[in-house]
């Protein structure tokens, strides 16, 4: 069985001291707003984990009127989900996430967040690096200085998986 899975986050930045997507701190003039770590990469990732197998959304099992989850690293999000996931019998094929921000830059980071999602999906065994490398694919891209984006406003991410019975 095949299963594919959407997921869709944005979080509106503001003045800060950097951003954590994909696990990575990005060093910059911003910050995400959220009760969490705001990592809308994680967010969308486990949004897309969640729809692929049937179990809701990040919100329903991890509320932001739950104090538990104030500031939370999304690391720990990821790591649960992927977890149910597997209780439904179902492991990750593969995934695509598409990053659309103005600034910073992410070109430089996307190696450490791939890293950083294959190491908590279980991807980084001896044998698996050159699977983790071309299941999870990470790009990013501008709105041309146009919108929300485009005027630094905010970071939003796409996600899609697919997840298959072992």
Same mark, same amino acid.
């Given at each position: 069985?095949?299963?594919?899975?959407?997921?869709?986050?944005?979080?509106?930045?503001?003045?800060?001291?950097?951003?954590?997507?994909?696990?990575?701190?990005?060093?910059?003039?911003?910050?995400?707003?959220?009760?969490?770590?705001?990592?809308?990469?994680?967010?969308?990732?486990?949004?897309?984990?969640?729809?692929?197998?049937?179990?809701?959304?990040?919100?329903?099992?991890? =509320?932001?009127?739950?104090?538990?989850?104030?500031?939370?690293?999304?690391?720990?999000?990821?790591?649960?989900?992927?977890?149910?996931?597997?209780?439904?019998?179902?492991?990750?094929?593969?995934?695509?996430?598409?990053?659309?921000?103005?600034?910073?830059?992410?070109? =430089?980071?996307?190696?450490?967040?791939?890293?950083?999602?294959?190491?908590?999906?279980?991807?980084?065994?001896?044998?698996?690096?050159?699977?983790?490398?071309?299941?999870?694919?990470?790009?990013?891209?501008?709105?041309?200085?146009?919108?929300?984006?485009?005027?630094?406003?905010?970071?939003?991410?796409?996600?899609?998986?697919?997840?298959?019975?072992?």
């Amino acid at each position: 069985m095949i299963r594919i899975g959407h997921g869709y986050d944005v979080h509106r930045l503001a003045d800060g001291q950097g951003i954590v997507l994909g696990g990575v701190h990005i060093p910059c003039d911003k910050a995400l707003l959220a009760h969490s770590d705001g990592d809308v990469v994680l967010h969308a990732v486990c949004d897309a984990l969640l729809g692929a197998a049937g179990l809701g959304d990040i919100g329903r099992h991890f =509320p932001d009127t739950d104090d538990n989850n104030k500031n939370r690293d999304s690391r720990y999000f990821l790591k649960q989900v992927y977890q149910m996931v597997q209780h439904q019998g179902l492991v990750l094929g593969n995934m695509d996430i598409t990053i659309i921000a103005q600034a910073p830059k992410m070109a =430089p980071h996307i190696p450490a967040m791939i890293a950083n999602l294959a190491q908590d999906l279980n991807m980084t065994g001896k044998d698996t690096g050159a699977q983790a490398s071309s299941a999870i694919n990470i790009k990013a891209t501008t709105t041309e200085g146009l919108g929300y984006i485009g005027r630094e406003e905010g970071i939003a991410v796409h996600a899609v998986v697919v997840l298959h019975t072992v």
